[in-house]
């Protein structure tokens, strides 16, 4: 008995030992992949054609995996020499090295045409002294900035190559989009390039901070995992088009916590146009600060429980909003710990569309207005619905 207990554990003790040996290789090689990908390119092999009637795969597996291999060429891997940390707080770029005053991050992007134009996060590559594009077959060249919009925080990237080298990818309507819709990231999370991941929209007209004091309305928010290194990566729907570009997370760990999001299609087509014909973008101003419809503002202003709209809660002397006769809030009161005001004007509709809530008022004037046009806003007031013309100024 004693002697079969002792062939056993010959037997056991080294298969235990090379499980825990292959363990800290493995991990050994890991954690020496990762520093090598940030020290120096890895070359990505290009895809082959893949027959997948010779896979066991299901139908989503192979759309999943056909759509990979159709837009990963599309996407690049940005590598970035900058003398500055990034301007970013709430997506830095992984700072992945530091040497005599100069930062090292990595971000992502997308190829938009055959001249060589790509769309990326103004966060990515503000700042930079160099900028490495490595694309899906392993080229690596320079690229160089077109246009920065730190609004929208967008921008636009341009590499030399021939045309057929580039494979641009189409953008879909972001107003057409619908919660529940399925939706595909390509990036390269901490530096692991193109890699896919996959969700839905969570929800529809988020309102986010910029890297400027204006906020970006109808962002797109996703369950699909975006970390740091997704920024300026496509968000894809099934049809393979753009539906938005991954620009933030919330999360207390600089990792996906379930909460991303995307600037709608719609508005990145809108700011790479202008960047590209004008270098820069002009957005519309109204001139008010706005707030949110509160139940405790209902109770206090008297109003009906389904009032929706942006309360303007200060109007700036001599602007667009002042002149066009918008008034600021009457005296506040403390309801519930909250300052409400007895009386405000509350925008809910411009130019006959319905004004819900600030971030669709902030989204209309992005996407459907320019600095001089003129705009018909129904303003509820005192109960009571007022119509005023409102002409935009450009953006201080």
Request: hydrophobic letters at 40%; aromatic letters at 6%; a negative charge.
């Amino acid at each position: 008995m004693f002697v079969r207990l002792l062939k056993k554990a010959a037997l056991f003790i080294p298969a235990v030992l090379l499980v825990l040996f292959g363990f800290v290789i493995g991990t050994s090689i890991s954690a020496g992949a990762g520093v090598a990908s940030a020290a120096q390119p890895v070359i990505q092999a290009q895809a082959q054609p893949v027959d997948f009637s010779q896979l066991t795969l299901n139908q989503q597996e192979q759309q999943l995996a056909g759509l990979y291999n159709q837009i990963s060429p599309s996407v690049v891997s940005i590598n970035v020499v900058a003398r500055q940390a990034a301007s970013s707080q709430f997506t830095p770029l992984p700072q992945e090295g530091e040497q005599e005053g100069f930062t090292y991050g990595s971000g992502s992007g997308f190829i938009i045409d055959n001249q060589g134009h790509i769309v990326t996060n103004n966060h990515v590559v503000d700042g930079a002294t160099s900028i490495e594009v490595n694309f899906f077959d392993g080229t690596l060249v320079r690229g160089e900035i077109v246009g920065l919009d730190p609004d929208s925080d967008l921008a636009v990237v341009k590499v030399n190559l021939p045309a057929e080298q580039l494979q641009p990818i189409g953008f879909a309507n972001s107003d057409q989009l619908v919660i529940g819709q399925t939706t595909l990231a390509i990036g390269s999370p901490f530096g692991q390039r193109w890699t896919l991941t996959t969700g839905i929209i969570s929800a529809l007209d988020r309102r986010i901070t910029g890297l400027t004091n204006y906020a970006i309305g109808s962002v797109i928010q996703t369950d699909a995992a975006i970390n740091p290194g997704n920024s300026g990566g496509p968000l894809l729907d099934l049809q393979g088009r753009v539906i938005g570009v991954n620009s933030q997370i919330i999360s207390r760990t600089r990792s996906s916590s379930g909460i991303g999001f995307a600037i709608p299609s719609n508005l990145v087509q809108r700011v790479v146009g202008e960047l590209l014909s004008a270098g820069r973008v002009n957005y519309s101003y109204m001139g008010i600060g706005g707030e949110e419809v509160t139940l405790d503002l209902i109770e206090t202003m008297n109003l009906a429980n389904n009032v929706q709209g942006v309360v303007v809660g200060r109007v700036e002397p001599n602007g667009p909003a002042s002149q066009a006769g918008l008034q600021n809030p009457g005296q506040r009161v403390v309801v519930n710990g909250s300052n409400v005001p007895t009386s405000a004007d509350i925008i809910t509709a411009i130019n006959g569309e319905e004004i819900n809530d600030f971030s669709k008022l902030v989204s209309f004037l992005a996407s459907n207005t320019r600095p001089g046009d003129t705009v018909n806003l129904t303003v509820l007031r005192n109960n009571q619905q007022v119509n005023l013309t409102l002409t935009l100024s450009a953006r201080p």
